[in-house]
Nanobody, 119 residues
Framework: QVQLVESGGGLVQAGGSLRLSCAASERTSRTYTMGWFRRAPGKEREFVAT????????SYTDSVKGRFTISVDNAKKTVYLQMNSLKPEDTAVYYC????????????WGQGTQVTVSS
């Protein structure tokens, strides 16, 4: 079973930075694409960013472009989300997820890590 473990969340003031980490139990075809999602209070879960293990394919939701950067460390089987210029509206539980090759849906999820941005 694929396991994803997030870390790095916390409380930060607006304009500050945080780096989230997601350690994957495997880097295989079952985790071909890695993504970050978030769920803010009272809202549905939304896509944030995605990357493949080669690191040459990334995608971001418009609201984080230019502020967040997704990256991978293949040796550590870890995906990062560097979040800069944080805004109160970035407050959410952030989830790491994995999707298999040729699979449309993300089938593996981490437990989530809380990010709170104070104004």
């Amino acid at each position: 079973q694929v396991q994803l473990v997030e870390s790095g969340g916390g409380l930060v003031q607006a304009g500050g930075s945080l780096r989230l980490s997601c350690a994957a139990s495997e880097r295989t075809s079952r985790t071909y694409t890695m993504g970050w999602f978030r769920r803010a209070p009272g809202k549905e879960r939304e896509f944030v960013a995605t990357i493949n293990w080669s690191g040459d394919r990334t995608s971001y939701t418009d609201s984080v472009k230019g502020r967040f950067t997704i990256s991978v460390d293949n040796a550590k089987k870890t995906v990062y989300l560097q979040m800069n210029s944080l805004k109160p509206e970035d407050t959410a539980v952030y989830y790491c997820a994995a999707r298999g090759m040729l699979v449309k849906e993300y089938g593996y999820w981490g437990q989530g890590t809380q990010v709170t941005v104070s104004s």
